[in-house]
């Protein structure tokens, strides 16, 4: 299909293990999002790509958490040392330009950390 | 942290109009206001955006005071599924370097 792209759509590991979550944009869309949504909430900004680059990464709660890009187009977030509290839908997104406020989101990826 | 502030929820009777409001008081002159809307186990949907007029498309309209303080998001003829969270954000519009940062939203549920 056209849209947004994540795999796995579901995810179980174990604690202490370390997870690869992956997006593909929409085909052409130079900015690419990550979010986190946990249960009742809205979703949580992580990180945001402009091409192949991080523009903005304050969202990433902490070092056991990175995010690549190295073709400007697939997405990986990494995750390390897996930690309960890290089991969410990480959600990722793109847009046409990063000016662009109309994003496309995919259907994301349930991670629960056992 | 986002800067509006919506109702927790609120309910619809099919066919009837929804109107969601938003607060933004400290909007800027830069910042468009967004809505987007996220259906249960879905990733959240554009709907509508707007800086200063009102703006309508085949999903919704979007209505935005003078004083650009608060806004209504309408869906005309709401159905059941157009049940979802709502959200507003406001958005600066000139800056590359700025995602879309989300508060709570609103749960509409359309009531058959």
């Known amino acids: 299909g056209a849209g947004v792209s994540q795999t796995p759509s579901n995810k179980v590991t174990e604690k202490g293990k370390y997870v690869e979550l992956r997006c593909d944009p929409i085909s052409g869309h130079t900015a690419l999002y990550w979010y986190r949504q946990s249960l009742g909430q809205g979703p949580e900004f992580l990180i945001y790509?402009?091409?192949?680059?991080?523009?903005?990464d304050s969202g990433l709660p902490n070092d056991r958490f990175f995010a690549v890009r190295p073709e400007g187009s697939v997405s990986t977030l990494k995750i390390q040392r897996t930690e309960r509290g890290d089991s969410a839908v990480y959600l990722c997104?793109?847009?046409?330009?990063?000016?662009?406020?109309?994003?496309?989101f995919g259907q994301g990826t349930r991670l629960t950390v056992v | 942290d986002a800067k509006t502030t919506q109702p927790t929820s609120m309910d619809c009777a099919e066919g009837r109009a929804a109107n969601l409001p938003c607060n933004h008081s400290t909007i800027s002159g830069n910042e468009y206001v967004y809505w987007y809307r996220q259906i249960h186990s879905q990733g959240p949907q554009y709907i509508i955006h707007?800086?200063?007029n009102n703006e309508t498309n085949e999903m919704a309209s979007l209505i935005i005071t003078e004083d650009r303080k608060s806004s209504t998001l309408i869906l005309p003829h709401a159905t059941l599924r157009d049940t979802a969270v709502y959200y507003c954000?406001?958005?600066?519009?000139?800056?590359?370097?700025?995602?879309?940062?989300f508060g709570k939203g609103t749960r509409l549920s359309v009531i058959a």
């Open positions: 790509f402009q091409g192949t680059g991080a523009a903005d």
């Open positions: 707007g800086l200063k």
């Open positions: 997104a793109s847009s046409l330009t990063s000016l662009s406020g109309e994003a496309f």
């Open positions: 954000i406001v958005r600066d519009g000139n800056s590359g370097n700025t995602p879309l940062v």
